[in-house]
């Protein structure tokens, strides 16, 4: 992927390109909206550059991914520059309440599975991303999964 971020960057002259694994992205101040033909839709002059070089390698990409506007949902998280805000959305804010909420039900079974354990930990490792100071509150959940469960 590198290689394809430097002739991006380089070749085609598209300034200002980040990547993250196998996703590249960009911001635009005034975009000039051009019209790619494969998706039927108009993107930003630079995207749609990037979009052909992937067609010119044969590089698969997918229109769900090509994502342009004020605001974004990036890994999950509502990005937006204009507030200068990143936010979880609301469903994703509900699910986890609901994940939590089930999780500290007792009035089946006191006991969780490991498995369960791990799920609810990343889930609200995620959430705490944009909380950075509240991750050390997960610390004692980490050490408890780790102190020796049999079920390891």
């Not at 002739?7 to 992205?25: E, S, V």
């Not at 998706?39 to 991914?65: A, C, M, S």
């Not at 089946?108 to 995620?126: G, T």
Request: aromatic share 12%; proline share 6%.
């Amino acid at each position: 992927m590198s290689l394809i971020v430097w002739i991006a960057i380089r070749i085609k002259g598209i300034d200002d390109l980040l990547h993250y694994m196998d996703d590249m992205f960009r911001y635009e101040m005034d975009p000039q909206l051009e019209f790619y033909s494969l998706y039927n839709k108009y993107y930003p002059k630079k995207q749609v550059t990037l979009l052909q070089l992937w067609d010119d390698i044969g590089l698969p990409h997918d229109v769900r991914k090509q994502e342009f506007g004020q605001s974004l949902i990036v890994i999950g998280f509502h990005i937006d520059p204009r507030c200068m805000t990143i936010s979880i959305p609301q469903s994703a804010h509900q699910e986890l309440v609901d994940m939590i909420t089930a999780f500290i039900d007792s009035s089946a079974d006191h006991q969780r599975p490991l498995k369960k354990w791990q799920q609810l930990l990343s889930w609200a490792n995620w959430a705490l991303n944009i909380f950075p100071l509240l991750r050390p509150t997960l610390q004692s959940s980490y050490d408890k999964i780790l102190s020796g469960w049999p079920h390891m």
